[in-house]
């Protein structure tokens, strides 16, 4: 299925939130669609604009209802009932950055707006993968070779042999969900989640996995464990690994 360039539903959800749909299911595909959105978006934001909130398909845009009104009543002249909606009003301003000059270049490069307080996270260059080393000790690692007939060594190369899409932050700061794992690894969360699950884990649930940043109660098949601080507070920026960037794991003894 084709992934459009453009958000496929603008849906308002109460007052400042407009959320933009992209896909049903998360894709490498929809992520670089969304990245493309956002960083566009940063580029140029229009006035009212506070935050972007990136999603596994959508994008949400927090906005500041009085000000998109007063921006597209004054650059329009409009009035009435559609110029007095915010979320209309916000879809149109939004829509006019979109659709104002050149895309950014596809690499990053190049002179950019500098991002304003609407968002946290400025638009980052393209790169190479960022490797995340992973000692392959996990405490699911014989039960998950049982349960999919392969061996330690084919699970290791497969989930190592991937590069990973970031999808999403979320669960916890810095919690990165990343696919698609190889169809061979995929299997459901664990039917008994575990209470305590360490720091610097690394599992895999579905199509998809991920790295615990803090101790914390899961359900994910534990493989591995990485030394490489997910979250940290006092860095700039906080979180090692945003939406869009690619990951691929090391095997270290």
Known sequence: MAVPERPQRWVPLGEGLLLLEFAD???????????????????????????????????????????????????????????????????????????????????GRGDRSPPSA????????????????????????????????????DIVRLHSGTIYTVYMIGFMPGFPYLGEVPEPLRVPRRSVPRTRVPAGAV?????QTGIYPYESPGGWWIIGHTPVRMFDPAADPPVRLRIGDRVRFVPVE
């Open 25 to 107: 299911r998360p894709s490498p595909a929809v992520t670089e669609a969304i990245v493309r959105v956002r960083d566009r978006l940063l580029a140029r934001p229009f006035p009212g604009l506070l935050e972007l909130i990136p999603g596994y398909t959508t994008l949400g845009l927090l906005y500041d209802p009085e000000a998109v009104v007063a921006a597209l009543g004054g650059a329009s002249n409009g009035s009435g009932a559609e110029a007095a909606d915010p979320a209309e009003a916000a879809r149109r301003l939004a829509e006019a950055s979109l659709n104002a000059g050149e895309d950014p270049a596809p690499d």
């Open 118 to 153: 609407a968002s946290g996270e400025a638009p980052r260059p393209a790169a190479e993968p960022v490797e995340i080393p992973v000692r392959y000790d996990g405490e699911d690692l014989e039960a998950l070779a049982e349960r999919t007939g392969l061996s330690r060594e």
């Open 203 to 207: 599992g895999i649930a579905g199509a």
